[in-house]
């Protein structure tokens, strides 16, 4: 498979490819490829923090329960910091690369935040276990997890006094897109979403006596409608796989949609909404592999983030320093704005994010310092410079760069070669030309520069 | 935890040594051969978008408007407070109904002098009581049933807009009210570290090298774009501020900080329309007294200093304070003497050019509340929102809230 192409697919479905193992993959087909992919996809990892803690609290009976409430939520808190950091780690180190880029993806899409840990963790991984499976029974387990009908007051959804919410957004955000159903559509779903609820676990309970049990109306069908029936009658709407695959196309291929490109793929998923089978249209099509997709993509935050990890490992001293990152860059793990999540794309970027993202590759992984010496001298600032960085900042800004692990995995690519590497796309001629007079001292030198161009934000 | 103060002092270092600087001289000799277009956009917008600036201040967390305007005559309050309530001794009285909270006599001496406008019951309907979606719906001005990706003040920058300084959180990050459909505010809490961090001259170097044609439609060419944009942005910013600097005292704490910073970029004629500050902490579940108390007083403090300094600048009269929170508390108090989310509450309009002075409106009697015991709201808070765009700075409102809100009369 053409290198170019394999480094597209990793950096779509990963955060970027070593030189070494895409050695190894240049040598196998396409179908090769990324039949091992989701082969590696293929069991389903939960990823757990400890919650015993949390579970003995749970646990009291319901009056020192509601004493203990200040320091479960505290504890809750801590705990999603947690699970924040060792979801970026996941991301860094998995080699179930596919279901947990997915995962990724659908915590944008079925979007969901709560402040009971043990809730949180679970929507969590049925989202990844989810990540690849059948997109009806991935919808039905969202209703019924506890995060969710919290988050979208299912759990106040009562025959006698509906609420509406997530009937609304189910169709809007997570199937179908907004206008595509009536507002008597959401009062009719509204009612068979009645009586959704948990039990302290966080397992989903049916409340019988709350739930609505008269005739409904929805979509040219009446009958007794329960939430499930719902759902089955809005995925029989060919809008729905549209609508998702518009986002997945967005997401995995370009900002801009190819509707002939989506409506091949809305066919494949509308036979029967299985989301395996869809990506591996996507990844073994052509024009997945196309120049105008190559490259052309914004990484997000997170990505971003991850991306520098994946090719030189860095972890922070103190792990609130990585959080707060993720915060000025725009993107906090389980922290999402609203139920609509992070808009992506160009809105990842203004003023304060650009400076940030081109500064920090230096910052994390070289004492701040971008070499800027020509070609022929001989640098003479770096050292001191880095030292002026170490005393002033290194205790509030303590990293540990592995850059060993990138001498290893680069250490047969010749420097001048570094660059188609490092970057998606192509540089711009004037930064080309640029980077081109300066001496390339090191290659961690060399690689700090192209990371610190506007270029290594595409993916 | 550093923050990006740090982040961003950080360039002072890498920029200061001695080759950079020569190589800064040299390149200032150079400044004949920047393209046309980075002139463009260090252009200061020209006075079309007006003088009059909007301040928002956000209490978050839910302050507790009952306890800041006090009903002291009303039997209910008591009942419904019996530690909690603060009795009419203790409050600052504003008429025979009405007192403030005892930390806010700033605020009570910008009230005599006509300055101070509180409307009560302020909130939506279907409120939500979640601080992430309450303070959600204040800041994207949405329906409590709709969800936004972009802020007000963001749609207003979309539209009325030219310059992302136009609009400055003075924070690390940017609230989801700043930001827009096509272009985002700026934050910043120190202008010199922001510059400091954008003139890192790699970026200088490789930004000034790029011509017209780059400027493309492709996501690229946006990257390059919003880098220039930065860079002369945050040039402006330090630039036009560094020889303004405050003679008033101001306390010192963060808040007070922040309001020293607006001050400083209003008194040099930023051409900044809106800016952004937030004071956090107002989630008095439990001990409630203290907590509040201590929170007022930074804010009322904060307040007086910050308009004593525009007054002394002559620009108090062209800004606008606006002060909300997320939510109003439960009427009653709870087990642990601290107060639960609600609904209404009051919102703070100061400035010298209000129509109406003081109380816009009454207070609810508390004989009507929602099924929750919460105050139920009378003036839809994006009928203020509207107001202010409308009547203050002079857009036509309804492009920016997607919708039309009566328009009220304090300004």
């Known amino acids: ?459 | 935890m550093y923050s990006t103060y740090v982040v961003t002092r950080i360039s002072n270092v890498l920029i200061m040594d001695r080759r950079d600087f020569i190589k800064h001289s040299a390149l200032a000799s150079s400044l004949f051969f920047v393209p046309s277009f980075v002139k463009a956009f260090e252009q200061v917008a020209s006075g079309t978008l007006g003088y009059k600036r909007l301040v928002i201040i956000q209490l978050s967390g839910g302050n507790d408007g009952l306890n800041t305007v006090i009903p002291f005559q009303n039997d209910l309050y008591y009942k419904a407070r019996p530690v909690l309530g603060i009795q009419k001794n203790e409050s600052i009285p504003l008429n025979n109904e009405v007192g403030l909270h005892p930390s806010l006599a700033p605020l009570k001496r910008l009230y005599d002098a006509g300055h101070l406008a509180i409307i009560n019951n302020v909130g939506y309907p279907n409120p939500n009581r979640s601080h992430f979606r309450s303070m959600d719906i204040w800041q994207t001005a949405t329906d409590a049933n709709t969800y936004s990706q972009t802020g007000w003040i963001g749609r207003y920058l979309d539209h009325f807009g030219k310059q992302p300084y136009n609009a400055i959180e003075i924070d690390d990050s940017l609230s989801l009210a700043m930001k827009g459909e096509t272009l985002n505010a700026i934050a910043t809490q120190d202008a010199k570290a922001f510059y400091n961090l954008a003139r890192e001259p790699f970026f200088k170097n490789i930004t000034n090298r790029m011509g017209d044609a780059h400027l493309s439609d492709h996501n690229l060419g946006y990257l390059y774009k919003t880098m220039i944009e930065a860079q002369s942005s945050a040039k402006y910013i330090f630039e036009t501020t560094k020889t303004v600097s405050s003679t008033k005292i101001y306390p010192n704490d963060a808040f007070a900080n922040q309001l020293k910073t607006m001050a400083q970029f209003i008194n040099a004629g930023l051409e900044t329309k809106v800016f952004y500050g937030s004071l956090g902490g107002f989630d008095t579940h439990v001990n409630q007294l203290a907590t509040q108390k201590r929170l007022l007083k930074t804010y009322a403090e904060g307040i007086e200093a910050f308009v004593q300094d525009l007054k002394a600048n002559n620009t108090f009269k062209d800004t606008l304070i606006l002060t909300f929170s997320e939510f109003g508390r439960r009427v009653n108090q709870n087990a642990s003497i601290g107060t639960d989310h609600g609904t209404a509450n009051n919102v703070f309009i100061i400035g010298n050019q209000l129509k109406k002075q003081g109380l816009y409106n009454n207070l609810s009697n508390l004989t009507d509340l929602d099924e929750s015991g919460d105050i139920k709201f009378e003036i839809d808070f994006r009928t203020i929102y509207a107001t202010v765009l409308n009547k203050w700075l002079e857009v036509n409102d309804a492009k920016v809230l997607d919708k039309t809100f009566n328009q009220l009369d304090f300004i």
């Not at chain 1, 950091?85 to 659908?106: Q, Y």
């Not at chain 1, 060919?238 to 196309?249: G, L, V």
């Not at chain 1, 996507?282 to 997000?300: A, M, P, T």
């Not at chain 1, 081109?436 to 060399?446: A, F, P, R, V, W």
């Open chain 1, 1 to 459: 498979m053409d290198r170019k192409h394999i480094q597209h697919l990793y950096w779509r479905i990963g955060f970027g490819i070593a030189p070494s193992p895409l050695a190894l993959l240049a040598k196998k087909n396409k179908k090769q490829v990324v039949d091992a992919l989701f082969k590696a996809s293929e069991t389903v990892e939960p990823l757990k923090i400890d919650t015993t803690e949390l579970e003995t609290l749970m646990a009291a009976p319901y009056e020192d329960m509601k004493d203990n409430m200040r320091d479960f939520l505290k504890l809750s808190k801590e705990k999603t910091k947690e699970l924040n950091a060792a979801w970026i780690d996941r991301l860094a180190t998995t080699n179930a690369l596919l279901r947990e880029k997915m995962t990724l993806f659908w915590a944008n899409h079925f979007v969901c935040e709560d402040n009971n840990f043990i809730y949180t963790q679970k929507f969590h991984n049925t989202l990844r276990a989810h990540a690849l499976g059948n997109f009806k029974d991935f919808v039905m387990a969202i209703s019924k997890e506890a995060a969710m009908t919290k988050y979208l007051n299912t759990k106040q959804n009562k025959k006698q006094k509906p609420n509406e919410n997530f009937a609304r957004e189910l169709m809007e955000l997570f199937t179908l897109g907004v206008g595509h159903y009536t507002e008597t559509d959401i009062k009719e779903s509204a009612r068979a979403f009645t009586g959704y609820g948990h039990d302290l676990k966080g397992d989903f309970v049916f409340r019988e006596r709350q739930h609505d049990e008269g005739n409904k109306t929805f979509f040219g069908k009446t009958g007794n409608f329960d939430g499930d029936a719902i759902i089955g009658i809005i995925l029989e709407n060919p809008q729905c796989a549209h609508f998702i695959c518009e986002k997945i196309y967005r997401y995995f291929v370009n900002d801009t949609l190819d509707e002939v490109r989506v409506n091949e793929m809305a066919q494949v998923f509308y036979a029967d909404y299985d989301i395996e089978k869809l990506m591996r249209f996507v990844l073994l099509s052509d024009w997945f592999y196309e120049e105008q997709n190559r490259g052309s993509k914004i990484k997000s935050p997170i990505e971003f983030l991850v991306g520098i990890k994946t090719m030189v490992p860095v972890s922070f001293n103190n792990a609130k320093q990585e959080l707060y990152l993720q915060k000025l860059l725009g993107q906090t793990l389980l922290d999402p704005p609203n139920v609509a999540g992070w808009k992506g794309g160009r809105s990842w970027i203004d003023s304060n994010t650009i400076v940030l993202r081109l500064k920090l590759p230096s910052l994390l992984l070289n004492k701040g310092y971008i070499s800027k010496v020509k070609q022929g001298d001989i640098d003479a600032v770096a050292e001191a410079s880095k030292a002026i960085f170490q005393k002033q900042y290194g205790k509030k800004f303590a990293t540990t760069a592995h850059w060993e692990t990138f001498n290893e995995h680069y250490k047969n690519v010749p420097i001048q070669d570094l660059k188609s590497y490092v970057l998606a796309c192509d540089m711009h001629k004037p930064a080309n030309a640029y980077l081109d007079g300066l001496e390339k001292t090191s290659k961690q030198d060399y690689c700090i520069q192209l990371m610190s161009l506007p270029e290594y934000q595409m993916c």
